[in-house]
């Protein structure tokens, strides 16, 4: 066991999903051509004047009360100056004194319990455009379309002491934005990314060590590859009577290695002032309290009613809630059959679709109303609960009503006593060894003889129909 303790924070940068950009009305969007999105306010001509996004100050207000922070009713944007090639004005737009949120926390569940991780800031700014290195003729690109995007900054307290706490801080950070419909989660395009400020020391000690930041991490996975191979680097050093330098590393997740960037700056670096060509952030209260009342509910409040509805396990209603459109998803579904079965075939078999096909939810064939049908049909006895497992596989793929399909391909259960009688004598006259071990007190050979009718029939055989012929025959 190692005598190191890690400590981390996260910075984590979520773009939100206004329709425009924060300081203009270029539209905010992906994908377009480079630098067609643009304007003179984002691309930093001189004697262009930003004018803030209300829908930003909005969206940006809901994270803060989601996150139980305090809201500033007055907040100052300030100039960030550095310098970089996708920085058109030289200085980014942020938030430095007086920010939109302060003193928020989130809770997380560990393997020692439920566990308090503070957040303190929470700020807006403006996104920078993007680098496109050349792999063929050995340039450098400037992509000024994402530059002006409206971000949230959720700066967190060093209070997670593992990996795994990160990424359990990162996720639920997720949720909610993604509750709130605020950002769209596409960690492929950038929306949600994080920076982790890494640093350890000696188990007991109360002084921090000297910390490192990973930059822009963009997926779960490949932030906790990253922490927990910058903790292990860090701890080498440290072996080996060396130093940590205080710097901005990247991450290459082929090679799980980290790499130093560049030195770290620090807030003074930056050379922070008020943005002379803004005015102060206000909120009227009236409106604030509006915003208040639109809060929806979260993915833990959402979590416990599931939990209450169906009596499942805390990791399986956890599967429930892992994204909006889930939960929506089994809502849906529950409203109309068993919350209980419904959620077992989605932690269940509907995983293992979306595990297989690396498909969305929204992607596959098995909507809500198909799962309600298919858990309806289960329970009246059509099908068996076996058939409904080895056609789920068929339902996501063709998107075909249950029912429909169980018809078309003859899979109805059969419940003709007539028709199990008969299947049973031939069950029981084949196997006199076991009738009679089974007689002779060998009680479990039961299930033997059930999965011998289940076999003649095809597996259509009503199961209760079978155990109650076969109770009265093998006596």
């Excluded at 939109?100 to 020692?112: A, F, K, P, R, W």
């Excluded at 002379?276 to 929806?296: M, N, S, T």
Aim: include cysteine; aromatic fraction near 6%; glycine fraction near 6%.
């Amino acid at each position: 066991m190692s005598e190191y303790e890690a400590v981390i924070g996260l910075e984590v940068h979520v773009q939100l999903a206004t329709k425009s950009k924060l300081f203009c009305k270029c539209p905010n969007c992906f994908g377009k051509e480079p630098n067609t999105n643009t304007c003179e306010v984002c691309t930093g001509m001189p004697g262009a004047l930003p004018r803030i996004n209300h829908e930003a100050v909005h969206f940006a207000t809901l994270v803060g009360l989601a996150t139980n922070c305090a809201i500033n009713l007055d907040s100052v944007f300030a100039r960030k100056n550095y310098f970089y090639p996708d920085l058109p004005c030289g200085y980014q737009i942020s938030q430095f004194e007086l920010p939109l949120c302060e003193h928020g926390h989130l809770m997380i569940e560990t393997d020692n319990g439920p566990k308090k991780i503070g957040i303190t800031r929470i700020h807006m700014e403006n996104d920078a455009g993007k680098n496109i290195h050349s792999q063929t003729d050995n340039h450098s690109y400037v992509d000024l379309n994402r530059a002006g995007t409206p971000l949230v900054e959720i700066v967190s307290e060093p209070d997670m002491r593992s990996a795994e706490e990160a990424v359990a801080y990162l996720k639920s950070l997720y949720r909610i934005v993604t509750y709130l419909g605020v950002c769209d989660g596409n960690m492929e395009e950038g929306s949600f990314r994080c920076d982790a400020n890494v640093s350890i020391r000696r188990k007991g000690d109360t002084k921090l060590g000297t910390r490192t930041e990973l930059k822009n991490v963009n997926s779960f996975r490949n932030v906790a590859r990253a922490i927990a191979c910058e903790i292990g680097r860090q701890e080498d050093i440290l072996e080996d009577g060396g130093e940590v330098s205080q710097e901005t590393r990247l991450y290459d997740a082929d090679k799980n290695i980290t790499a130093a960037m560049r030195s770290k700056e620090e807030a003074h670096d930056y050379c922070y002032f008020p943005d002379p060509d803004l005015l102060p952030v206000h909120i009227e209260p009236e409106e604030f309290a509006a915003w208040q009342k639109e809060l929806p509910e979260l993915p833990k409040e959402r979590m416990q009613r599931f939990m209450e509805m169906t009596a499942i396990a805390e990791d399986e209603a956890e599967i429930l809630v892992s994204s909006k459109a889930m939960a929506d998803f089994f809502e849906t579904a529950a409203a109309s059959a068993s919350p209980k079965k419904v959620a077992n075939y989605i932690v269940g078999p509907l995983q293992r679709e979306l595990n297989a096909s690396g498909k969305s939810l929204a992607e596959l064939g098995m909507t809500a109303a198909h799962l309600a049908e298919l858990v309806s049909i289960v329970e009246e006895g059509l099908i068996s609960a076996k058939i409904a497992n080895d056609i789920f596989a068929d339902l996501c793929a063709s998107g075909d009503s249950p029912k429909a399909y169980v018809t078309e391909h003859k899979l109805a259960q059969i419940s003709d006593t007539g028709a199990i009688d008969a299947a049973v004598d031939k069950v029981i006259a084949a196997n006199p060894a076991e009738v009679e071990a089974y007689k002779g007190g060998k009680k479990k050979l039961v299930s033997f003889f059930m999965g011998q009718v289940m076999r003649e029939t095809k597996g259509k055989a009503n199961p209760a129909v079978v155990s109650k012929l076969l109770q009265e025959k093998l006596g």
